[in-house]
């Protein structure tokens, strides 16, 4: 046995099916087994909530071990993870192929797959993670829900923290009276014929929850770009990814929103297109959270090996066929944020290598927690632990003081944005909700 591991992470399947998996015995057991090499190796003390909690429960034991600890107490450590992924991927020696074979974002995920078949999951929870549901309902009226997500309404804030404990100080996702889907069949948007990629390559927009019903924008700015650059697209959106009932252990529906996708897309990719992805957690689950929840089913291996996020896609013709010319330097530079997401692809930090191909721009990349999380960014329960993981990201925008601020997801931009109001920088007024929405101002759109 090797102490630490020097080969890249693997991960094995989620073993959901496995009646073991939700056992509260032998869940316990691996929670002990595993609690105690973090306790042991204390490395990632400062990636989030769950390990300073972890760690303080054991310190103030009565042993000083884990083995005086109830598992009563466990939970906290649990409820403060944001299935980042950071801890596995950038901090964590012995991830598999180790001995120790270390996962503790799925060790948090199969805690709350049990929690959900006893019934646990809470109301906002349930409600908040039906995102096709709410964005259809709420884009109907989307200037009163607009209006009644403000945080300065004081008539509505305090009801919704009171009914559904969301935080009357966070800041809400905006809702598109039109949506994404809907703007693409009128947007005249057709393919550059003089662009080296033009007639080389096609693919599918999957529009994602978050631009279909909240950020247009981005996929408007997507499209644009790569239609520019003579790449044919269509945008599809058959359904939410699944990563919302991911995030309270709900794994049932989760393959439900693979299957219904899977079949959707994948006669697209039989037609020699390729999937993008708008959003990087949407990313994430086509590539490889769907596999790990069902590994026997090859048509969400070769939906994998066919999907890219956007920025990704941008950088793949940037050095396959080249770009083609416009793109102009963006006064005042621009910091980009790396969202957990989007590192959790082990794809590289692409946002930054595709802003990067704007010229004479200067170009910061911050890889920290934006604390955002999903419900864990705007739930009451929650939302100033989502305030304190996000503190260093603040740090570095403030030491940048670049002109803009971008983010691989939205959720994170828009949590950054609300806290940067106030701060002594010239960005906080100018960040957008994606790195492809500024690479569309770099080429004029």
């Known amino acids: 046995m090797r102490e630490g591991s020097l080969d890249a992470p693997t991960r094995h399947q989620v073993d959901w099916k496995n009646p073991d998996f939700t056992d509260p015995a032998k869940l316990d ?23 300073p909690r972890l760690f303080d429960l054991i310190d103030d034991s009565k042993s000083g071990e884990l083995d005086s600890v109830s598992s009563d107490d466990f939970k906290p450590v649990v409820d403060a993870c944001t299935l980042c ?3 596995y991927l950038t901090k964590c020696p012995y991830v598999p192929p180790h001995e120790f074979n270390i996962d503790f974002p799925h060790l948090m995920l199969r805690y709350r797959v049990m929690e959900h078949q006893q019934g646990k999951t809470s109301f906002p929870q349930h409600q908040l993670s039906n995102m096709d549901r709410n964005g259809r309902l709420a884009s109907l009226a989307a200037p009163i829900v607009n209006w009644g997500g403000k945080r300065d309404n004081k008539l509505t804030r305090p009801m919704l923290e009171a009914v559904m404990g969301i935080d009357d100080e966070a800041e809400l996702p905006h809702f598109e009276g039109k949506t994404f889907v809907k703007r693409a069949k009128s947007d005249g948007v057709t393919p550059n014929q003089s662009a080296p990629a033009f007639g ?26 790569l239609a520019h650059n003579g790449v044919e697209t269509r945008v599809e959106y058959p359904g939410c ?16 929103q693979s299957d219904k996708i899977v079949n959707a897309l994948l006669p697209l990719v039989d037609e020699g297109y390729d999937i993008i992805a708008l959003t990087a957690s949407c990313g994430l689950m086509l590539k490889f959270e769907w596999p790990l929840l069902n590994p026997d089913d090859e048509r969400l291996k070769k939906l994998a090996a066919a999907t890219f996020d956007i920025s990704e896609y941008i950088v793949d013709v940037a050095k396959g066929e ?7 330097a963006v006064d ?20 930054a290598e595709m802003l990067r191909l704007i010229p004479d721009t200067d170009i910061d990349l911050i890889e920290r927690c934006a604390g955002h999380g999903g419900t864990f960014g705007v739930l009451k329960e929650t939302y100033d632990v989502a305030v304190k993981v996000a503190k260093p990201v603040i740090r570095a925008a403030k030491k940048t003081a670049k002109a803009h601020v971008v983010s691989d997801c939205p959720l994170a931009a828009k949590h950054l944005h609300h806290m940067l109001e106030g701060e002594d920088v010239p960005s906080h007024d100018s960040v957008m909700r994606h790195p492809i929405e500024i690479f569309a101002q770099a080429y004029g759109f």
């Open 200 to 225: 080389k390559r096609k693919a599918v927009i999957f529009a994602t929850c978050a631009v279909n019903y909240n950020n247009a924008t981005v996929g408007e700015a997507a499209r644009k770009v």
């Open 29 to 51: 057991e691996e929670l002990r087994r595993q609690f105690d090499v973090c306790h042991g190796c204390r490395r990632c003390f400062n990636l989030c909530d769950s390990f």
């Open 85 to 87: 992924d950071m801890c």
């Open 332 to 351: 005042g530079g621009i910091t980009a944020h790396h969202a957990c997401h989007a590192r959790a692809q082990n794809m590289g930090a692409k946002a």
């Open 241 to 256: 990814c699944g990563m919302p009932h991911l995030e309270h252990g709900d794994i049932e529906k989760v393959v439900d």
């Open 322 to 328: 080249g770009l083609a010319d416009g793109l102009t």
